[in-house]
């Protein structure tokens, strides 16, 4: 079956740490990907998302997120957190030929301290 | 104002007892989804539909009924024979961007349902 894993669950930084966090999907076709982040109390955003084209994407607040086909990976970046980026954080993936169905990793919750 | 709404915001419910989500959209979008969120878990998909008077079953629909009666409104109803009713339910509708012909979910700010 199809899968997202997200190898890290919770991550611990200092403010202005750089931040690399892990996606990895199992399936051999096309897909398209996300990062969705949900802030304390808040609804789930869309933080970036790739369809095709320049495997590097930018999203909102300075994230940016890499596409590499032969890894099977979509690690999100940012590289320098502030303590507001605090939050819950979801990789996702779209198959090709199927309907829009959103396949989720478990999260990953990030905590920055001051 | 735009957007996905969702109510309530806190649900309880006995045990034995029907509830019913409400999930409304002014987007104009065609599709929407139902997604359940346990701790650890990420998000599973419960119902979608596509378009009006069409909905098709997810990952986890047991115990789950859901309509689709107008473009902007899902209603989902969690039956007594959900046996762990007790999560966080949230709604999507998605869009197609029009330069990749792509859909893009976006999301309510959820029920938290709990079994009494």
């Known amino acids: 079956a199809q899968s997202v894993s997200q190898h890290n669950h919770h991550v611990i930084l200092s403010e202005a740490a750089s931040l690399e966090l892990g996606c990895n999907y199992s399936?051999?076709?096309?897909?398209?990907l996300f990062w969705y982040v949900q802030y304390p109390g808040q609804h789930l955003q869309l933080l970036l998302k790739?369809?095709?084209?320049?495997?590097l994407v930018k999203g909102i607040k300075g994230f940016e997120a890499e596409f590499i086909k032969s890894k099977f990976s979509f690690n999100l970046r940012k590289p320098s957190v502030q303590w507001s980026d605090t939050a819950e954080y979801f990789c996702?993936?779209?198959?090709?030929?199927?309907?829009?169905?959103?396949?989720f990793g478990a999260g990953t919750r990030l905590a920055v301290h001051p | 104002d735009g957007g996905i709404t969702q109510s309530p915001k806190y649900l309880f419910r006995k045990e034995g007892q029907n509830v019913t989500l409400s999930c409304e959209q002014n987007?104009?979008?065609?599709?929407m989804y139902w997604y359940r969120q346990d701790p650890g878990q990420g998000l599973r998909l419960i119902y979608y539909?596509?378009?009006?008077?069409?909905?098709q079953k997810g990952d986890i629909a047991e115990g789950y009924s859901v309509s689709r009666e107008k473009k902007e409104s899902f209603p989902l109803t969690v039956t007594s024979a959900q046996k762990n009713p007790t999560a966080f339910y949230l709604c999507?509708?998605?869009?197609?961007?029009?330069?990749?012909?792509?859909?893009?979910?976006?999301f309510g700010p959820g029920t938290r349902l709990l079994v009494l």
């Open positions: 999507a509708s998605s869009t197609e961007d029009r330069a990749t012909y792509q859909e893009t979910q976006y």
């Open positions: 399936y051999g076709g096309t897909v398209n």
């Open positions: 790739y369809f095709s084209g320049d495997p």
């Open positions: 996702a993936v779209i198959l090709s030929g199927g309907y829009n169905k959103l396949i």
């Open positions: 987007l104009n979008h065609d599709a």
């Open positions: 539909s596509q378009i009006v008077n069409d909905f």
